[in-house]
């Protein structure tokens, strides 16, 4: 079919244009976090909240399992009743920002996982404000942020210290395209981390 052989086609004429340096730099300050013992909190929304917890379990075991240290990665869409009470109590944009409250240490780092990286809007008013403050949050107490974007970037490519873009207007694809590049980024750190 068509549709199938086009889409194939997208992924990898996308593959070609995300930035390898900005892949490398993501990577060094993840393993600048294991270095020194800091906590790694990742979120996400919809698709990406999936994400962010794929990642989290392939950081602390395919990551780190062969080394003397593991890596402490935790997503924060993981507990349901604290996620839902949050919500209902203090609003669905404070989700990801009140459990940094309990969690989060300077020299932490934090990592948005974002299709439209904030910008953009819905029938819930504008996307992924949650994120957008737990960045705020990170970095306005001394941490280090990292966002998995895509379509432009959003605002969160300005706010965060390293950003991979997946750079193509399709859900589907910039998914899809984080975690291969999650796998990616876990593969090459369970490689220095044996080192």
């Not at 013992?37 to 950081?59: E, K, P, V, Y």
């Not at 062969?66 to 604290?82: G, W, Y």
Request: aromatic share 8%; net charge negative; with cysteine.
């Amino acid at each position: 079919m068509k549709s199938i052989s086009d889409y194939l086609d997208q992924s990898k004429n996308v593959i070609d244009k995300i930035d390898a340096v900005q892949i490398e730099k993501a990577i060094n300050i993840i393993y600048d976090a294991w270095k020194r013992d800091a906590s790694i909190f990742i979120a996400g929304n919809g698709g990406s909240a999936s994400t962010a917890t794929h990642f989290a379990c392939d950081l602390n075991k395919w990551a780190s399992q062969d080394s003397k240290k593991r890596i402490k990665a935790f997503a924060l869409v993981d507990n349901i009743p604290l996620v839902s009470a949050l919500t209902n109590d203090n609003g669905f944009n404070n989700i990801y920002s009140e459990q940094l409250e309990n969690f989060f240490k300077p020299n932490d780092l934090f990592i948005a996982i974002s299709v439209h990286g904030g910008s953009g809007k819905d029938k819930a008013d504008l996307w992924s404000q949650n994120l957008v403050k737990a960045t705020l949050y990170a970095k306005e107490h001394g941490g280090r942020t990292i966002a998995l974007l895509g379509f432009d970037g959003g605002v969160l490519k300005d706010m965060v210290d390293s950003f991979i873009l997946v750079p193509v207007n399709s859900t589907p694809q910039v998914e899809g395209l984080h975690l291969v590049l999650t796998h990616l980024i876990c593969d090459e750190l369970r490689r220095l981390l044996k080192a």
